[in-house]
């Protein structure tokens, strides 16, 4: 008697996928790898570029050209 409850336990848990010989009964299906794309390369900033009008904005656009440059000459990539 005891013999088959323990074997009735055994396959109770294994269709439960609590032990792994019956595994195939769970879908394992792994989430796709998402590869992950550094940014782009800021616009590069030259004098003819600046205008009186844009300034603030070129001042910018170089501010984030020599963080990019900083950011990949030490190795850190984000």
Known sequence: MKRIGYGLIL??????????????????????????KPKPAPPVVTPDTVTETNAMDRAKALREELEHEARNSSGIER
Do not use: A, H, Y
Request: net charge negative; aromatic share 12%; charged share 20%.
């Open 11 to 36: 396959v109770l848990l294994s269709m439960v996928g609590c032990t792994p010989g019956f595994s195939f009964f769970r879908d394992e299906q792994k989430p796709p790898q998402v590869e992950i």
